[in-house]
Structures are given as structure tokens and as C-alpha cells.
């Protein structure tokens, strides 16, 4: 007799390909090369909601090792707004304001209120190590600005990452018109140079997708020990196709999508094999048309109410879904 043969079924993911993202460095680049989103987006106070930004602001921490004992820079690429890369209202009439934080009070783990997540000023404590009001200069029109040199040691230490904690804040203090910018932490001055084991974050990403459908863009909340399920609210998502999220465990869970000047809020279960782990939203644009121009804005928060954070270098690198292998005996 035959003996019974092993049948090994393996179910196969199929998604969509992202495209390239267009910075090709690693390390501190804000957005991450990982996450292909080509800005992050603030309009000035006097815009509409329904352009895409909820709060007209935005905080991103820097995280530079306890080891790393050299000065440092953050740089704003192309904070102006004016040019060709910013949303005009009518006449280009904004300011925005750049600010870097340092010291006592900055690290989010120890004041909630630094994360930024409240409509009050309370995210400003720390020491203010630097700060600029930029309107439509050309000079800044596709360039960096460089905010430093700073020393580490005028950040907020933080014990679990082994990291001293930086904090820039971007404000649009007048006018309506959109700025687009990017972030990049550099050793030196005159060239990006990421630092080794430095990393980026916010608890509220507020970002323009591609003008591109072939384009999916990514952002990569961390799920750490405790955490059983996590709320997420997308805004004014305008209907432009799909947010899928991807973990080792799920291959690409649906969420509810915001139209324009609306949210979409959802719980999702989080499973042991996720903890420890960084989540991938992943925002497919629509098949059938471009949507241009489209800003959205994401947070999460855990079951206690915890805003978890979006690292732009995925902490534990990019999920990939591993489809579960079964193995049966075939029957007779």
C-alpha cells in the first residue's frame, strides 16, 4: 500500500507593490525612506480642516544614542511656503515657525502633555534650544535649513531607549496656504550623514500622499508589551482608495476610510505575535483616478488610551506577513 502523502498548504499574499520611495539615504531622513510619503504637510492657523490638517501643527521627536558623543543637526527641507512643492490659497501669505526643544521635560514617556496631542501650549516645555519664522523666501525653496550644531547632551534622556530625546515642532502661525517639508537628523553640516542607531517619531502624522495610483505609502506605529487593542482615527482621507494594515500576523486588514473633513476611528485587536513589533499602515491610493494633493492625518491610541508612537525607521524593520503553514494527512 501507498503510504498517505503530506499535503503542505501555504496561503500566499497578494498586495500591492509600493513604489520606490524618492529619498534613497537611510537613517534619520523624516520622512523614512521606508515609508514613501513624499512630505509632511502644516497649513497655516487661518486654513481650512477640510485641506487636510486637523490642528495646524505638528511634533517629531529625534532620538540620537547614548553613545553618539559628536554635535549634530536638524535640518528642514524647504520650510518656506512659497514654491513649487507648497499648496497655495489665493496668495502665498503664511508663516511657519520651527522650533527645536531639548532638556527637562521634552521626553513624551515622561510628560504626556510633550507628545502635543492636547490644543493647548503645554507641548512647548523644555528648553528652547532654537527656533525660526520662515514666509516665502526663495532662498529656502528646495533647500535645507540647518537648526544646530547641538550636543546631545542637551536633550531629555530616556533610560528604555538608551537615547537622548530631541523635539521640533512646526506651527503655522498666520495665513492658509499648506507648507510642505521634510525633516533630516545629520551629523554635519554641509551633507546629510544619518548617525547610527537614531531614530524619529510623532504621535500624529500628518502627511501629503503622491500624486501617483500606482503609489501606496506606509507608516509604522510601534505595538509594545501590554497592548491588547489599538484605536485608530484616520481624517480627511477623501474616499482616495484603501488603508490596509500589514503585521507578521495580518495580511492586510481593512480599516474605515474618511471622506474630506471627516474621521473614521476603528478598533483593531492586536495578537501576541505583534508585540514588540511595528504595525504597517499601508494607504493605497484609488485605482479609477488620482486624487491630487491629498493630506490625511493618523493616530492611534491603545486600549488604556496610550498614544503609540510612529517611528519613520520601522523599530524591528518592516513587518512582512508569514502565511501560516498547515500540515495534514491526506485522507483515503
Known amino acids: 500500500m501507498k503510504s498517505g502523502s503530506v499535503v503542505i ?11 520606490l520611495p524618492h529619498e534613497t539615504v537611510s537613517g534619520q531622513a523624516v520622512p523614512g525612506k521606508d515609508e514613501n510619503i513624499p512630505f509632511l504637510v502644516t497649513f497655516g492657523k487661518f486654513g481650512e480642516t477640510s485641506w487636510g490638517d486637523d490642528d495646524f501643527s505638528s511634533l517629531f521627536f529625534f532620538t540620537i544614542p547614548k553613545d553618539f558623543n559628536r554635535q549634530f543637526y536638524i535640518k528642514v527641507f524647504d520650510p518656506d511656503a512659497g514654491g513649487q512643492n507648497d499648496e497655495i490659497q489665493g496668495l502665498f501669505d503664511s508663516k511657519t515657525m520651527f522650533s527645536v526643544y531639548g532638556g527637562k521635560g521634552v521626553d513624551p514617556d515622561k510628560n504626556i502633555e510633550s507628545r502635543g496631542l492636547k490644543n493647548s ?22 533647500r535645507y535649513y540647518e537648526f544646530g550644531p547641538f550636543n546631545p547632551t542637551e536633550g531629555d ?35 546629510e550623514i544619518p548617525i547610527e542607531g537614531a531614530n524619529a517619531f510623532t504621535y500624529e502624522y500628518t502627511f501629503r500622499m503622491w500624486n501617483d495610483n500606482k503609489s501606496v505609502s506606509h507608516i509604522y506605529p510601534y505595538v509594545d508589551t501590554g497592548i491588547v487593542s489599538i484605536k485608530q482615527r484616520n481624517f480627511d482621507w477623501d474616499d482616495d482608495g484603501v488603508i490596509l494594515v500589514v503585521s507578521t500576523y495580518k495580511q492586510g486588514l481593512p480599516v474605515p476610510i474618511s471622506g474630506e473633513d471627516n474621521e473614521k476611528v476603528s478598533v ?49 524593520g518592516v513587518p512582512v506577513y508569514k502565511p501560516v503553514i498547515t500540515v495534514r494527512k491526506k485522507t483515503k
Not at 130 to 136: L, Q, Y
Open 121 to 142: 501650549d503645554n507641548y512647548k516645555q523644555g528648553n528652547l534650544l532654537a527656533s525660526r519664522v520662515f514666509g516665502s523666501e526663495p532662498t529656502y525653496d528646495n
Open 268 to 316: 483593531i485587536p492586536v495578537e501576541t505575535a505583534e508585540i514588540g513589533k511595528s504595525l504597517d499602515f499601508q494607504f493605497h491610493k484609488r485605482q479609477d483616478y488620482v486624487v491630487k494633493n491629498n493630506n490625511v492625518v493618523v493616530s492611534l491610541e491603545n486600549q488604556r488610551g496610550d498614544a503609540l508612537q510612529f517611528f519613520s525607521s520601522p523599530i524591528g
Open 9 to 19: 498548504k501555504l496561503l500566499v499574499l497578494l498586495m500591492l507593490a509600493a513604489s
Open 157 to 191: 534622556y530616556n533610560e528604555k531607549w538608551r537615547s537622548y530625546i530631541f523635539k521640533i515642532v512646526c506651527e503655522g502661525i498666520t495665513g492658509d496656504d499648506g507648507n510642505l517639508y521634510r525633516y533630516f537628523l545629520s551629523s554635519d553640516k554641509n551633507s
